[in-house]
């Protein structure tokens, strides 16, 4: 669980350093809103695997991975267990 | 026929039990379609809805949005589709600028009302229906209970060819959102000759790919029920990830696809396409912004099966004025794609200032004639007055060109090539932006002395980025994250600069104007990268 809440913090601050975003709360649908929108899934992708050091493979990505930021830490810790 | 609906009921009538819409797994028929629709239009017409009426619709692309858009043409009303993304303070200015009378809503819709109604954007005169459900504290005139009470049979209509089938609005210059009228005339001639053009026919499989508040969809929409086609709307959330849109097109076997082309460089930068990729495609249309020719022919390449066709129009001339079929592989990748000769009804003309003709590979300015020209904008007749101009060779009174703001020249072939823009208007993924919109939201800014907007082309962005320059009032340390959360407040999240930079002034020109030019440059010596640590930095 508290590996999971650090990656959540990671995300978080990815949004305000890299997109200029101060995330509203962290269960914030972030599809929805459009924060997160087909250039900038891409840009996320690229930092979370710069960041962590894993590799998130497009084609093995689901689009609910990317509604919420637990669920995107989720996702990573799913994808490369030694991310979390 | 002469009413958008009339191709649609045509079919229900002879073909009841054939598809109409395939959506996430399901299939809704003709009939039952119709049968929706008709329970819509009792509804409207049950909530004081009567001929001419404005109807905004808050649902999200689903079978219920198509029906409610059909439901409002047969009460006689004009539907609004507004994006849920929307910041309530936009939604806002277009129902005040509509005078709606109802507000179509479901539950995705639930936290835009609330914040509507809270910062008093619903009229004591306008009405909200919800289709779906029945949400607690928000004004409710009708639910989802209302609704299944309302007989599924048609209503009479008083509507006539040249009444408005819906109003769609675009980013406006002043800072307000500009409402296109758009009549049932006008779509119909659009969708008859590319019925006729590109040979749809029922058993065809049609993409819904454009959002619905975007004029592309109008063809997708009605090209496909009038042919008696099947319809497969595309998930907006399914753009994100390139691999699943191409698993979408495979697995729905479409033999249609329509969309902006910013979507096929995603899929084809991904890898997600193969060769001899969609077997069941036979047609690939584009519109809404230029496709360079390399992207146009990576994917020829890859889909010699398929026939590609460039469509070329404004929103205020109807979906497409011109068409290109692509007849092979470009041999220069360097050349723009042509938009090709004008759809049948349709002239497009290339005028100098003094509104003449110039010779073949001159650039002038673009003007569309014909009958897919929008009658203007929404209650604004000063905008309606500055681009749609009396025709100067018209031999009928009454005959009007539409200026489109785009630059073009014949080439020496005959093709018409577009070479930019007169004004600020920018395309950026397939969304039609007024720089001045965003700049007229930045303006009202308090902790802002200065502020410009430029597009700068952007390595990871296909197309053009935005990117900010501002000076905050002395004293002030602002910061780009706040001003986006500013933003934010009143702009759709495509329109809100993805770059930014403080200055201690900003670059002016010999006239003392800011110089935008300069400010482009500065911008792109940055290498096109976003201001990533978020650090001001100032010339």
């Given at each position: 669980?508290?590996?999971?809440?650090?990656?959540?913090?990671?995300?978080?601050?990815?949004?305000?350093?890299?997109?200029?975003?101060?995330?509203?709360?962290?269960?914030?649908?972030?599809?929805?809103?459009?924060?997160?929108?087909?250039?900038?899934?891409?840009?996320?992708?690229?930092?979370?695997?710069?960041?962590?050091?894993?590799?998130?493979p497009f084609e093995d990505l689901e689009i609910e991975d990317f509604r919420t930021v637990p669920k995107l830490a989720e996702c990573i810790a799913r994808t490369a267990p030694a991310a979390a | 026929m002469k009413l958008l609906q009339h191709g649609f009921l045509a079919q229900a009538e002879q073909r009841p039990e054939a598809p109409a819409i395939a959506w996430k797994g399901e299939r809704l028929s003709y009939a039952g379609l119709?049968?929706?629709s008709h329970r819509i239009a009792h509804l409207l017409h049950g909530l004081g809805c009567r001929r001419g009426d404005r109807v905004v619709l808050l649902l999200p692309k689903s079978?219920?949005?198509?029906?409610?858009?059909?439901?409002?043409?047969?009460?006689?009303?004009?539907?609004?589709?507004v994006d849920l993304k929307n910041p309530a303070a936009r939604v806002a200015q277009i129902l005040a600028a509509l005078d709606a009378r109802v507000l179509l809503a479901c539950r995705a819709a639930e936290k835009l009302v609330a914040s509507l109604a809270a910062e008093g954007g619903i009229a004591p005169s306008l009405r909200v229906a919800w289709l779906d459900g029945e949400p607690e504290g928000l004004p409710a005139h009708a639910t989802a209970n209302d609704l299944a009470r309302c007989p599924d049979e048609l209503l009479p209509t008083l509507n006539g060819e040249g009444d408005l089938a819906h109003i769609l609005f675009t980013s406006g210059s002043t800072g307000v959102p500009k409402g296109v009228?758009?009549?049932?005339?006008?779509?119909?001639?659009?969708?008859?000759?590319?019925?006729?053009?590109?040979?749809?026919?029922?058993?065809?499989r049609c993409s819904g790919h454009s959002p619905l508040h975007f004029d592309l969809s109008t063809f997708d929409t009605y090209g496909t029920f009038w042919a008696g086609a099947e319809l497969h709307p595309v998930a907006p959330e399914m753009n994100l990830l390139p691999h699943k849109l191409a698993k979408f097109i495979r697995d729905a076997e479409l033999t249609q696809w329509f969309s902006v082309p910013s979507a096929l460089n995603h899929m084809a930068k991904a890898g997600a396409v193969c060769e001899y990729d969609f077997p069941s495609l036979r047609?690939?249309?584009?519109?809404?912004?230029?496709?360079?020719?390399?992207?146009?022919?990576?994917?020829?390449?890859?889909?010699?099966?398929?026939?590609?066709?460039?469509?070329?129009?404004?929103?205020?001339?109807?979906?497409?004025?011109?068409?290109?079929?692509?007849?092979?592989?470009?041999?220069?990748?360097?050349?723009?794609?042509?938009?090709?000769?004008?759809?049948?009804?349709?002239?497009?003309?290339?005028?100098?200032?003094?509104?003449?003709?110039?010779?073949?590979?001159?650039?002038?300015?673009?003007?569309?004639?014909?009958?897919?020209?929008?009658?203007?904008?929404?209650?604004?007749?000063?905008?309606?007055?500055?681009?749609?101009?009396?025709?100067?060779?018209?031999?009928?009174?009454?005959?009007?060109?539409?200026?489109t703001g785009d630059l073009a020249r014949f080439a020496e072939d005959g093709a018409l090539v577009l070479v930019g823009r007169a004004d600020t208007q920018i395309k950026s993924r397939g969304y039609r932006i007024?720089?001045?919109?965003?700049?007229?939201?930045?303006?009202?800014?308090?902790?802002?002395?200065?502020?410009?907007?430029?597009?700068?082309?952007?390595?990871?962005?296909?197309?053009?980025?935005?990117?900010?320059?501002?000076?905050?009032?002395?004293?002030?340390?602002?910061?780009?994250?706040e001003l986006r959360t500013q933003l934010a407040a009143r702009l759709p999240a495509y329109?809100?600069?993805?770059?930014?930079?403080?200055?201690?002034?900003?670059?002016?020109?010999?006239?003392?104007?800011?110089?935008?030019?300069?400010?482009?440059?500065?911008?792109?010596?940055?290498?096109?990268e976003s201001d990533r640590g978020g650090e001001a930095r100032s010339t």
């Open positions: 669980m508290e590996k999971l809440d650090k990656l959540q913090q990671q995300i978080v601050a990815i949004f305000a350093e890299r997109f200029e975003t101060k995330l509203p709360s962290e269960d914030i649908d972030l599809l929805e809103t459009g924060l997160v929108d087909s250039v900038k899934i891409v840009e996320l992708v690229l930092e979370i695997e710069a960041r962590f050091g894993v590799s998130l | 119709a049968a929706a079978p219920l949005a198509i029906s409610a858009m059909l439901g409002t043409l047969g009460a006689d009303c004009a539907y609004t589709p009228m758009i009549t049932h005339a006008n779509v119909i001639h659009f969708i008859r000759w590319a019925i006729a053009h590109f040979g749809i026919r029922a058993g065809d047609r690939l249309l584009w519109c809404g912004e230029a496709w360079h020719a390399a992207g146009l022919a990576h994917w020829m390449r890859r889909l010699p099966h398929v026939r590609f066709t460039n469509l070329y129009g404004p929103t205020e001339a109807t979906i497409a004025s011109s068409y290109y079929d692509v007849p092979a592989l470009p041999e220069d990748e360097t050349r723009p794609v042509p938009i090709g000769e004008p759809c049948a009804g349709e002239a497009l003309l290339v005028l100098d200032e003094a509104l003449q003709p110039v010779a073949v590979g001159e650039t002038g300015d673009l003007y569309i004639r014909g009958v897919g020209l929008s009658p203007g904008y929404w209650k604004d007749a000063t905008k309606t007055e500055a681009a749609f101009l009396p025709n100067p060779f018209a031999e009928e009174p009454g005959d009007r060109i539409y200026r007024e720089l001045g919109e965003i700049e007229a939201v930045l303006h009202a800014i308090d902790e802002l002395e200065e502020s410009a907007v430029v597009a700068v082309e952007s390595a990871g962005i296909d197309g053009l980025a935005i990117a900010c320059g501002y000076v905050p009032r002395e004293g002030l340390a602002l910061e780009p994250a329109m809100i600069p993805s770059h930014w930079r403080r200055f201690e002034r900003l670059p002016l020109n010999a006239n003392g104007k800011v110089d935008r030019k300069a400010l482009k440059e500065l911008f792109a010596s940055d290498g096109g």
